[in-house]
């Protein structure tokens, strides 16, 4: 059974900076048959659509939306299959539901989220 659970989430005062992690286990991932090809963070607010925050593709690019370029940080630990996001200069319009997924070449698992609420 595939779990990603993501961790670190809770409640932050604007500017200061939090760090959430996204721990996968399960025996796919020991598995040949399965080839991670990506790692990300997403985000929602109710009422709006579930977006992108930050993620690695493997073996090539990092990408970050624009709301988060400069002061958000994705990374991942190689030994584990476990990643991180790195938050600083925490605004208001950062809290949100934040998921995190990891991407294989047909399917995708997600985690089922944590809380991120700043608070003035």
């Known amino acids: 059974q595939v779990q990603l659970v993501e961790s670190g989430g809770g409640l932050v005062q604007a500017g200061g900076s939090m760090r959430l992690s996204c721990e996968a286990s399960?025996?796919?991932?020991?598995?040949?048959?399965?080839?991670?090809?990506?790692m990300g963070w997403y985000r929602q607010v109710p009422g709006k659509q579930r977006e992108l925050v930050a993620n690695?593709?493997?073996?090539?690019?990092?990408y970050y939306a624009d709301s988060v370029k400069g002061r958000f940080t994705i990374s991942r630990d190689t030994s584990k299959i476990t990643f991180y996001l790195q938050m600083n200069s925490l605004k208001l319009e950062d809290t949100a539901v934040y998921s995190c997924?990891?991407?294989?070449?047909?399917?995708?698992?997600w985690g089922k989220g944590t809380l991120v609420t700043v608070s003035s």
């Open positions: 997924n990891i991407g294989g070449r047909t399917i995708v698992y």
């Open positions: 399960g025996s796919i991932f020991d598995s040949r048959s399965f080839s991670i090809r990506s």
């Open positions: 690695i593709i493997v073996g090539g690019n990092t």
